[in-house]
C-alpha cells in the first residue's frame, strides 16, 4: 500500500529532475538590431559551455556578443549571433533546429562516423605531405570520404575518414589495417620523426575539431618552434591574472575575429581541465574581446607562473591553428578514385603548401577546401595559381574569398530592449578592475 502511495510521487520527482536538467532555450529576434539573441539557462554543468558553443559553431553562426555565469546551482548563457554574413538569423528551419539543439544539449554526442574507417595522424609537416599521405591511401585502394587537416609550428593533424575502393566498405581486415599504418608512419616520420609520428585507427566518436585540438595539444604544437612562417595566422595577445580576494584566475583574450574563436578557446581551457563561472565576449571592427573567469576542475585558481604561461601558450595555439594562413582553394568536381592524391600532387610539384584542408563528398560529388602558401609560408604567386587551375580544371578549382561575417555593428547598449540580454553584456573584468576596492560588493555580485 505504502509502495502505491510513493509512486506518483516518485513519478513526479523524476519529471521535476528532468525539467531542472533540461535547458530552457529563448530565442529573441526583436530585441538587437543587428543580432539574434540565444538565452540558455539551466542546472550547473560543467561541460554545458563548451556543448552550447559547439552547436552554434556547427551551423556556422558566429557570436558577436556573449555573457556567461554558471556560478552556484545555475547556468545562464546569453549569445548575440548572426550568420557568416553578418545577418540576423531569419529562416525559421535554422531558428527551430537551433531551439531543439539546445534543448536537447545533455543528450547531444558527437556523431559517429558509421560505415567508415577513421584514421588519426600526426607527425613533422613540410611542402608535399599531404600529397603522400594521400598518395598512399590511394595505393592502398582506400577511398577518403571526410578529412580534416590543421597544421600549426611544422607539426600536422589529421583525421581521415575512409572506405575501401572496391566494397564501399569500412576497413576491416586487420593486415590492410597494419599495412595502412606503417605505410603512413613511414611517410610521416620523414627522415627524423620517428620517436613524434603516430598513426592510430580510432574507434572515438569525439567531436573532429575537438580532437583534432585534443591531438595537437598532446603533440605539444604549443611549445615547438615553426619551421615555416605562415603569413595571415592570427597573432592574439593572451594574459592572465590571478585575484586571490575572489578566487579566480582571468584570462584576457584580445584578437582578431573569426568563425569558432569561442570554441576553439572553451574547448582548449575545458580539456586542461579548467571550469570557466564567468565570460564575457565582445567583437568589434577592430577585432574580438575574450575574458573568463576560471579555476581548475579541483576549485583552484592558476597556481604558479608555470601554469599561467603554459595556460597563455596553450590558448595561443588553440586560437592560431585554426586560423587560415594562404589562399583559399575550393575543388568542386566529380570524386573519382585517386582525386586527392591527383589534385595535392598538382599542388606540390608547384611547390605549394597546404597549410589547412577540409575534404568531404557527397553525391558523387568532391568539395575540397584548401589553405595553400608557397614553400616558405609567403602568398602563392598568381600566375602559380593560375597554372594550377588550368592543369586541374578552372571551372573546378577556384579561389574563394571567406564569408564576409566580420563585424556588423552590433547595437552595444541595446537602447531598444531593456532585456536580459542587454543588461548582463557587461565587461566582468572592468567590473572587477572598479570594485577590488570594496570586496564587500564583488561577494554580493558574484
Known amino acids: 500500500m505504502m509502495q502505491m502511495d510513493r509512486k506518483p510521487f516518485l513519478e513526479e520527482y523524476e519529471k521535476l529532475i528532468v525539467r531542472m536538467n533540461t535547458p530552457r532555450v529563448m530565442i529573441d529576434n526583436a530585441g538587437c538590431v543587428d543580432a539574434t539573441r540565444i538565452m540558455i539557462d539551466s542546472a550547473r554543468n560543467d561541460g554545458i559551455l563548451l556543448e552550447a558553443v559547439q552547436v552554434l559553431t556547427d551551423l556556422n553562426l558566429s557570436i558577436k556578443k556573449g555573457y556567461v555565469s554558471s556560478d552556484g546551482r545555475w547556468n545562464m548563457d546569453v549569445f548575440h549571433v548572426t550568420n557568416l554574413?553578418?545577418?540576423?538569423?531569419?529562416?525559421?528551419?535554422?531558428?527551430?533546429?537551433?531551439?531543439?539543439?539546445?534543448?536537447?544539449?545533455?543528450?547531444?554526442?558527437?556523431?559517429?562516423?558509421?560505415?567508415?574507417?577513421?584514421?588519426?595522424?600526426?607527425?613533422?609537416?613540410?611542402?608535399?605531405?599531404?600529397?603522400?599521405?594521400?598518395?598512399?591511401?590511394?595505393?592502398?585502394?582506400?577511398?577518403?570520404?571526410?578529412?580534416?587537416?590543421?597544421?600549426?609550428?611544422?607539426?600536422?593533424?589529421?583525421?581521415?575518414?575512409?572506405?575501401?575502393?572496391?566494397?564501399?566498405?569500412?576497413?576491416?581486415?586487420?593486415?590492410?589495417?597494419?599495412?595502412?599504418?606503417?605505410?603512413?608512419?613511414?611517410?610521416?616520420?620523414?627522415?627524423?620523426?620517428?620517436?613524434?609520428?603516430?598513426?592510430?585507427?580510432?574507434?572515438?566518436?569525439?567531436?573532429?575539431?575537438?580532437?583534432?585540438?585534443?591531438?595537437?595539444?598532446?603533440?605539444?604544437?604549443?611549445?615547438r618552434t615553426p619551421i615555416i612562417k605562415t603569413h595571415g595566422r592570427y597573432s592574439p595577445l593572451v594574459s592572465v591574472q590571478n585575484y586571490s580576494e575572489i578566487e579566480y584566475s582571468v584570462v584576457n583574450i584580445q584578437c582578431k575575429d573569426r568563425p569558432k574563436?569561442?570554441?576553439?578557446?572553451?574547448?582548449?581551457?575545458?580539456?586542461?581541465?579548467?571550469?570557466?563561472?564567468?565570460?564575457?565576449?565582445?567583437?568589434?571592427?577592430?577585432?574580438?574581446?575574450?575574458?573568463?573567469?576560471?579555476?581548475?576542475?579541483?576549485?583552484?585558481?592558476?597556481?604558479?607562473?608555470?601554469?599561467?604561461?603554459?595556460?597563455?601558450?596553450?590558448?595561443?595555439?588553440?586560437?592560431?591553428?585554426?586560423?587560415?594562413?594562404?589562399?583559399?582553394?575550393?575543388?568542386?568536381?566529380?570524386?573519382?578514385?585517386?582525386?586527392?592524391?591527383?589534385?595535392?600532387?598538382?599542388?606540390?610539384?608547384?611547390?605549394m603548401n597546404v597549410t589547412q584542408a577540409e575534404i568531404s563528398t557527397k553525391m558523387g560529388m568532391a568539395l575540397n577546401i584548401f589553405y595553400v602558401t608557397d614553400a616558405i609560408g609567403n602568398p602563392v604567386d598568381s600566375k602559380v595559381i593560375d597554372s594550377v587551375m588550368q592543369r586541374i580544371g578552372s571551372g573546378y578549382l577556384r579561389v574563394k574569398e571567406l564569408p564576409l561575417m566580420y563585424h556588423q555593428k552590433v547595437d552595444s547598449d541595446e537602447q531598444n530592449t531593456g532585456g536580459l540580454g542587454g543588461a548582463v553584456l557587461l565587461s566582468l573584468g572592468s567590473l572587477l578592475r572598479r570594485n577590488l576596492s570594496n570586496l564587500g560588493l564583488m561577494k554580493s555580485y558574484f
Open 85 to 223: 554574413d553578418g545577418n540576423k538569423l531569419t529562416d525559421s528551419s535554422i531558428i527551430n533546429c537551433i531551439e531543439q539543439s539546445l534543448g536537447t544539449i545533455h543528450s547531444t554526442r558527437s556523431k559517429s562516423i558509421d560505415g567508415m574507417t577513421t584514421l588519426e595522424l600526426t607527425g613533422t609537416d613540410r611542402v608535399g605531405l599531404l600529397s603522400e599521405i594521400f598518395a598512399v591511401l590511394s595505393e592502398l585502394n582506400c577511398d577518403v570520404v571526410e578529412s580534416k587537416v590543421w597544421t600549426h609550428n611544422g607539426r600536422i593533424a589529421a583525421i581521415i575518414h575512409l572506405k575501401d575502393c572496391d566494397s564501399g566498405s569500412p576497413i576491416e581486415d586487420s593486415k590492410k589495417i597494419d599495412r595502412i599504418e606503417a605505410r603512413l608512419k613511414n611517410v610521416l616520420k620523414g627522415d627524423n620523426d620517428i620517436r613524434s609520428a603516430k598513426t592510430l585507427v580510432s574507434l572515438a566518436v569525439t567531436h573532429t575539431e575537438r580532437r583534432l585540438h585534443q591531438m595537437m595539444f598532446a603533440d605539444r604544437d604549443y611549445d
Open 261 to 351: 574563436l569561442l570554441f576553439d578557446v572553451v574547448c582548449t581551457l575545458t580539456d586542461m581541465q579548467y571550469v570557466v563561472f564567468h565570460a564575457t565576449i565582445n567583437t568589434r571592427q577592430d577585432g574580438a574581446y575574450l575574458e573568463f573567469f576560471i579555476r581548475h576542475i579541483d576549485g583552484s585558481p592558476i597556481s604558479s607562473e608555470a601554469e599561467k604561461q603554459r595556460v597563455i601558450m596553450c590558448l595561443k595555439a588553440a586560437i592560431e591553428r585554426r586560423a587560415p594562413g594562404g589562399v583559399r582553394l575550393e575543388l568542386y568536381k566529380p570524386d573519382k578514385p585517386g582525386l586527392l592524391a591527383q589534385v595535392t600532387r598538382t599542388f606540390r610539384e608547384n611547390a
